[in-house]
């Protein structure tokens, strides 16, 4: 068996902690009254309290490091030491209607000379199925303990590509629909699931050979795209580069897959 790095066992803790609190919070969601609010208040403070416990759990752990939150926003820390990066639910709209796909994500992001910064360590976890995907920078990643390696199809028709689709007040319908009138011919099929987290995580285990979404923030993203990386995938812009947390965009996928959704995208965006 891999063994586990001291920070990762601490992460996987806190995720195991939080997590089991959103499993039972999520078989009362289908028990609450149907009306438009109730539902919806329960799911925000689900939410606010898996972060409030990851939090607490990795404060315990290394006390120095700040936070970038998704409820909670920033929280300062050392800034010479790591940071940690959460979506303590990923996939919210799914917890609300009752749908079990939804995740923990949590990044370690590191400081680097010149003011950059570097995602070196993440972990997300599935509550629902109780699948922990992890990686490290150099050491791979992983399900369990089960190595992960990209899909190795080469054939954009042979592939299962996954997206995420702009909603209410969230995104640019018009690009997306460019994109997807350029994809979708091209491929076998697209799936839209809800949660990028474990779309990257997914593409990191080969279950879909690629990925493209935007507007997506860094708490989204920040473990996923380590995770692709490490499972010998390629990830980037719209426009090929290395911004994808800082544009808010992502494709993702094998070397060969990654450069035909990237042509097709660019293609698109003319």
């Given at each position: 068996m891999v063994s586990h790095s001291g920070l990762l066992t601490v992460m996987e803790r806190a995720a195991r902690k939080a997590g089991s609190k959103l499993r039972r919070d999520?078989?009362?969601?289908?028990?609450?009254?149907?009306?438009?609010?109730?539902?919806?208040?329960?799911?925000?403070?689900?939410?606010?309290?898996?972060?409030?416990?990851?939090?607490?759990?990795?404060?315990?752990?290394?006390p120095d490091w700040g936070f970038l939150l998704e409820e909670g926003g920033e929280i300062a820390g050392d800034p010479s030491k790591p940071r940690w990066?959460?979506?303590?639910?990923?996939?919210?709209?799914?917890?609300?209607?009752?749908?079990?796909?939804?995740?923990?994500?949590?990044?370690?992001?590191?400081?680097?000379?010149?003011?950059?910064?570097?995602?070196?360590?993440?972990?997300?976890?599935?509550?629902?199925?109780?699948?922990?995907?992890?990686?490290?920078?150099?050491?791979?990643?992983?399900?369990?303990?089960?190595?992960?390696?990209?899909?190795?199809?080469?054939?954009l028709g042979d592939c299962l590509i996954a997206t995420g689709i702009p909603f209410m007040g969230?995104?640019?319908?018009?690009?997306?629909?460019?994109?997807?009138?350029?994809?979708?011919?091209?491929?076998?099929?697209?799936?839209?699931?809800?949660?990028?987290?474990?779309?990257?995580?997914?593409?990191?285990?080969?279950?879909?050979?690629?990925?493209?979404?935007?507007?997506?923030?860094?708490?989204?993203v920040a473990a996923g795209l380590l995770m692709v990386r490490e499972a010998g995938g390629f990830v980037s812009d719209f426009r090929g580069g290395d911004q994808a947390i800082e544009r808010k965009e992502v494709i993702a996928g094998n070397d060969a897959i990654h450069s035909k959704l990237h042509k097709l995208v660019a293609g698109a965006l003319r």
């Open positions: 999520f078989g009362e969601v289908e028990h609450l009254q149907v009306s438009r609010k109730g539902p919806a208040d329960f799911v925000t403070k689900a939410d606010q309290q898996a972060e409030k416990t990851l939090v607490e759990e990795l404060q315990k752990a290394r990066i959460i979506d303590p639910l990923d996939g919210t709209t799914n917890f609300l209607h009752g749908i079990p796909h939804f995740a923990i994500s949590i990044a370690v992001e590191e400081p680097l000379y010149g003011g950059k910064r570097e995602v070196t360590t993440g972990l997300i976890y599935q509550p629902v199925t109780d699948e922990s995907y992890w990686a490290e920078k150099s050491r791979g990643a992983w399900r369990h303990d089960q190595r992960l390696r990209v899909s190795a199809r080469r054939d969230h995104g640019d319908f018009a690009q997306w629909t460019r994109i997807f009138g350029a994809v979708g011919p091209s491929v076998a099929g697209i799936r839209r699931f809800g949660a990028a987290s474990l779309d990257l995580a997914h593409v990191a285990s080969g279950r879909y050979d690629g990925f493209w979404e935007s507007g997506l923030q860094p708490w989204d």
